[in-house]
């Protein structure tokens, strides 16, 4: 059986100027040489046939051991591919992870929020500008207490001062009685006495201040149904003093009362204040 020529050897030569490396049949460049152009750098050179025992860019190696190379830099490829993907992967397991949004729960909030706020006022509450406001607020508010209570008790000592305060307590319902004497028992009855009408008017005068009192005149209004003041006079009590808790008595009497007279009005009469006793209804007597 005739034996198969054997591929030719082949030569490596490599650029002087820049290092890269070609692969070529001997024949290429022939035993005199050759001027060949560098596809990768540009310049020229001319390449001769390596010596036999010449260094390594000489080596001639014969044309089977291609496809080993070509495997081994195929492998050399995957293995750095491998290495590159289990850096990939390294580098995806190592990089800082984007937290996923939680959905927010409101109520659990809101208590985060309220204990927030419970700490910061627990927090200004002991603060030394809070405690001197709290002070300040409490020494007004005492201050306020004081003068309210003042007002209340020493009243008719404001009243007696100020007569233009009167109406002010009366509006918020706190009669003051200036004089310090008190209407009781207040009758008013119409009789007939020689064939004539008379209305008389009979009351009891107490004093009440716990101080001895002068008793000024009275004045008497007797009024209509619709409580128009249609006639009126002033009398006298059977004292002019009273000591405290005393009592005197006024009785008094009009002749021929004005028609459509309904009731009868007492009041005290001085130079600064008028008290008055309030409404007494006639009553009819014979």
């Known amino acids: 059986m005739p034996m198969q020529a054997s591929a030719p050897a082949m030569i490596v030569i490599s650029c002087p100027h820049c290092g890269t490396r070609y692969q070529l049949a001997p024949d290429a460049i022939g035993t005199s040489g050759r001027k060949v152009l560098c596809a990768q750098c540009g310049r020229d050179w001319t390449a001769r046939m390596p010596e036999p025992d010449g260094p390594e860019d000489g080596l001639v190696f014969p044309t089977g051991d291609e496809d080993s190379l070509d495997a081994a830099f195929d492998a050399a490829e995957k293995t750095d591919a491998a290495k590159a993907r289990t850096m990939a992967r390294i580098k995806a397991a190592i990089a800082p992870k984007t937290p996923q949004a939680r959905p927010v729960d409101l109520e659990a909030e809101r208590r985060r929020l309220r204990a927030f706020s419970a700490r910061q006022e627990t927090i200004a509450r002991t603060l030394p500008v809070a405690r001197m406001r709290r002070m300040a607020r409490y020494v007004l508010a005492g201050i306020l207490l004081a003068l309210v209570g003042a007002l209340m008790i020493f009243r008719t000592e404001i009243v007696r001062e100020a007569p233009a305060m009167a109406s ?118 014979r």
Not at 168 to 174: A, I, N, R, T, W
Not at 215 to 240: C, K, L, M
Not at 241 to 251: D, K, Y
């Open 168 to 285: 002010l307590y009366s509006s918020v319902g706190l009669g003051v009685n200036v004089l310090g004497l008190e209407f009781e028992d207040t009758r008013t009855i119409t009789i007939m006495r020689e064939g004539a009408r008379v209305m008389a008017v009979e009351a009891n005068i107490r004093n009440v201040a716990g101080r001895p009192v002068d008793v000024p005149p009275v004045r008497v209004s007797v009024y209509d149904g619709t409580r128009t003041t249609i006639y009126e006079w002033s009398a006298h009590a059977d004292a002019g003093h009273l000591a405290p808790g005393e009592v005197a008595q006024l009785r008094t009497q009009l002749t021929a009362p004005p028609q459509g007279a309904a009731g009868v009005r007492l009041s005290f009469i001085n130079d600064r204040v008028e008290l008055e006793a309030g409404a007494q209804r006639i009553q009819g007597g």
